[in-house]
Structures are given as structure tokens and as C-alpha cells.
């Protein structure tokens, strides 16, 4: 079981807004950036956000993030097909002398 | 645009190690940032093996730490992850990345292609 928890799955149909969630504790998310991946099936992991809201340059602004305490947020607006994904989240942990944790993930499905 | 270029053996036999290696380009990997590996177990998410810098400096995972080992070759712009001991519940994906900074140790903004990596 993940330190990081995600809901397993989601779905929206194409246009709508979808959120997922991502929550975890005091030594990662509420203290430590939050960064979100979209995989395609049998491709690497693809950053979407990092700095818990920022979008890499050619990451399209349908997707944004955010962090309230202990939990964050990804948003996905505007749906379409090729939405359709795994998303993780991942963020420092202060434990262990440091890691790095990434939450179970969410199978985003596009109805 | 930087690239990771992944290379190893995917197939490995029990109590074995892994070996596998990163080559960057478009990148010098003195510049100021962490390199780290991470592996996927088929159907499940992505779990953070460890990451080196420059220097030498290293995290690890704590569940792994007594099996890995990583190393920089700055002159050859790569770096290495050996796992020993290898079972069956090794398999799966493994791919390395760029890391974020200090201030942000969970982001990967470059990976590698993957290597699968089956313990037979």
C-alpha cells in the first residue's frame, strides 16, 4: 500500500472536468512539492506537473494542480480520448533519511 | 533536448545482479542535477530505487538499500545502478531519469526508454 494515496480509478466523459486526488502526511505532500506523471500503456511516465502547479512548457493548460494540507489535486479540464491514462502522483519524503514516494496511481478512463 | 539512452541485460537468473546504465546527452550530467532509477512491476505504479549526483552523493531506497549500488562516470556522461540478489519479484520495468533539484527531489523531467528486466 502506497504512503501516497490515490483513488484507483476515475472517468468523465469528453469535455468534461475531472479530479483526482492524491493524499499523504506532515513529511511529504504538505511540506515538499507535488509532481503528477500520465503513462501511456507501454511508455515511460510523463511529468505533467511539478512544484505542486507548474506545467512544463508542452503540457496543455486543460491540466492543472494544486495542494491544500495534506492532500493535492490534479484537474484535468476539457476531457478527450487521448486523456485516457494512468496518473501518479510523487512527492520527498522526509522519512527514512529521505525517498522518494509515488502514490498508487489512478486509471483515468474517458467514457 | 536531453535524452536518456538505457542499456543492460533484461534477463537475469535468481540471485544474480542487475547492471544497467544511462547515457545522457544534450546534457552535461555535472551540471547540477540528481540522476535517479526507478522500476515498475507489470500493472503496478512506479517505485523509486534510488538516485546519485555528480559528486557521488546518494539516496536510496530504504526497502533496497543493502542491494544497490550506483555510480557517476562523468567522463563518459552516464551513470550505473547494480541490484544484487535478484528474485523473481524484481521484474519488471526499470528506467532511469532526470531528476529534479534539491528543492524538488520527486520531479523526473527526462527518462530513459526502459529496460524489462525478467528474473528467470
Known amino acids: 500500500q502506497s504512503v501516497l494515496t490515490q483513488p484507483p480509478s476515475a472517468s468523465g466523459t469528453p469535455g468534461q472536468r475531472v479530479t483526482i486526488s492524491c493524499s499523504g502526511s506532515?513529511?511529504?505532500?504538505?511540506?515538499?512539492?507535488v509532481n503528477w506523471y500520465q503513462q501511456l500503456p507501454g511508455t515511460a511516465p510523463k511529468l505533467l506537473i511539478f512544484?505542486?502547479?507548474q506545467r512544463p512548457s508542452e503540457v496543455p493548460d486543460r491540466f492543472s494542480g494544486s495542494k491544500s494540507g495534506t492532500s493535492a489535486s490534479l484537474a484535468i479540464s476539457g476531457l478527450q480520448s487521448e486523456d485516457e491514462a494512468d496518473y501518479y502522483c510523487a512527492s520527498w519524503d522526509d522519512g527514512f533519511n529521505g525517498r522518494v514516494l509515488f502514490g498508487g496511481g489512478t486509471k483515468l478512463t474517458v467514457l | 533536448q536531453v535524452h536518456l539512452q538505457q542499456s543492460g541485460r533484461g534477463l537475469v537468473k535468481p540471485s544474480e545482479t542487475l547492471s544497467l546504465t544511462c547515457v545522457v546527452s544534450g546534457y552535461d550530467i555535472r551540471d547540477g542535477c540528481y540522476w535517479g532509477w526507478i522500476r515498475q512491476s507489470p500493472g503496478k505504479g512506479p517505485e523509486w530505487i534510488g538516485s546519485i549526483y555528480e559528486d557521488g552523493r546518494t539516496y536510496h531506497s530504504p526497502s533496497l538499500k543493502s542491494r544497490i549500488s550506483m555510480s557517476v562516470d562523468a567522463s563518459k556522461n552516464q551513470f550505473s545502478l547494480n541490484l544484487t540478489s535478484m528474485t523473481a519479484a524484481d521484474t519488471g520495468t526499470y528506467y532511469c531519469?532526470?531528476?529534479?533539484?534539491?528543492?524538488?527531489?520527486?520531479?523526473?523531467?527526462?527518462w530513459g526508454q526502459g529496460t524489462v528486466v525478467s528474473v528467470s
Open positions: 506532515s513529511s511529504n505532500i504538505e511540506t515538499k512539492s
Open positions: 531519469a532526470r531528476h529534479g533539484t534539491l528543492g524538488n527531489l520527486g520531479k523526473f523531467d527526462f
Open positions: 512544484s505542486n502547479n
